[in-house]
């Protein structure tokens, strides 16, 4: 009887180990991505981001003159950075946060899941961080062309391919 709860002991212990080691990740990650972020949005003027509640990756993108800057992170480290040509969002009219989340509808407000977040000086240079579920937000048509723009470069551009886990 004595074994077995010492068992136990250290089996609960590895467990408290191996969260507390994950969110520590996960904080990492998040960092990280906070400053690339903030690092892109002060160079081109606009700066985007997808990741996930205790996810230990994220992909961060900006577009410039004439293409699309992609950075993908796992555990804090950018680990895949890609460049397309595709046209800038220099024109796109930027929807008030009230329209966005009336247009992105039953996709938005997943508290508990992923994140969309943006800054587009442009438009309203304030940051927009919009707990969404990326599947769905990502098969849907909008009212919005800005959306629509941003739907079409996380679909062709396989943004939230996550296979850095």
Do not use: H
Request: glycine share 6%.
């Amino acid at each position: 009887m004595n074994r077995i709860l010492w068992y136990l002991l250290f089996a609960l212990l590895g467990l408290c180990v191996s969260c507390r080691s994950m969110k520590r990740t996960v904080n990492k990650n998040n960092v990280s991505t906070n400053k690339l972020f903030l690092s892109l949005y002060e160079k081109n003027g606009n700066a985007f981001y997808l990741t996930s509640t205790n996810a230990t990756f994220s992909t961060v993108w900006t577009y410039a003159q004439d293409s699309i800057n992609i950075s993908r992170l796992a555990k804090g480290n950018v680990v895949e950075r890609l460049s397309f040509k595709e046209g800038s969002i220099d024109g796109f009219n930027i929807p008030e946060v009230k329209e966005l989340i009336k247009d992105i509808g039953e996709c938005g407000y997943e508290l508990d899941g992923d994140l969309f977040s943006f800054m587009v000086r442009e438009g309203r240079p304030d940051r927009q961080d919009l707990p969404i579920s990326i599947d769905c937000f990502t098969n849907k048509k909008y009212q919005s062309s800005f959306l629509n723009k941003i739907v079409d470069s996380i679909n062709n551009r396989k943004l939230w391919n996550i296979r850095y886990l």
